[in-house]
């Protein structure tokens, strides 16, 4: 384990990177990266939003998309109708977590088996 603590220049006593902190505060929260992952493709509707992730109540919806915004990562569009809609889309930088949501989706194919035992937990 030293040898293995030595190899990567990290001490027991080691803070975590500053920006793995702020990128796991933002996307690290429960259903946010299944957002952005839903956005990733094309601009949704909230209502397309709610059916594409299961078990997402509106309202954590809502405060997950306005936390996104807030954050840069995503843009609300009123389309004044009639009806009146709201369209979401990411934002450049929003687009450019593509390769690392590519990435993490063919690390769980190897790593997270499906019958690993929350495999199912985000559509509870």
């Known amino acids: 384990m030293a040898e293995q603590q030595d190899i990567h220049g990290a001490g027991p006593c080691q803070q975590?990177?500053?920006?793995?902190?702020?990128?796991?505060?933002?996307?690290?929260?429960?259903?946010?990266?299944?957002?952005?992952?839903?956005?990733?493709?094309?601009?949704a509707h909230f209502v397309d939003l709610r059916r594409a992730i299961p078990g997402i109540s509106e309202r954590m919806l809502s405060d997950r998309l306005t936390e996104l915004a807030a954050a840069g990562l995503v843009l609300r569009e009123?389309?004044?109708?009639?009806?009146l809609r709201v369209i979401y889309r990411l934002t450049e930088a929003g687009a450019a977590l593509d390769p690392a949501m590519l990435e993490l989706r063919n690390w769980a194919k190897v790593h997270l088996p499906r019958s690993w035992p929350c495999a199912g937990a985000a559509r509870e």
């Open 78 to 83: 009123v389309d004044e109708g009639p009806p």
């Open 16 to 43: 975590v990177d500053d920006g793995i902190t702020r990128v796991f505060a933002l996307l690290g929260k429960r259903w946010t990266g299944l957002i952005v992952a839903v956005l990733m493709p094309h601009p």
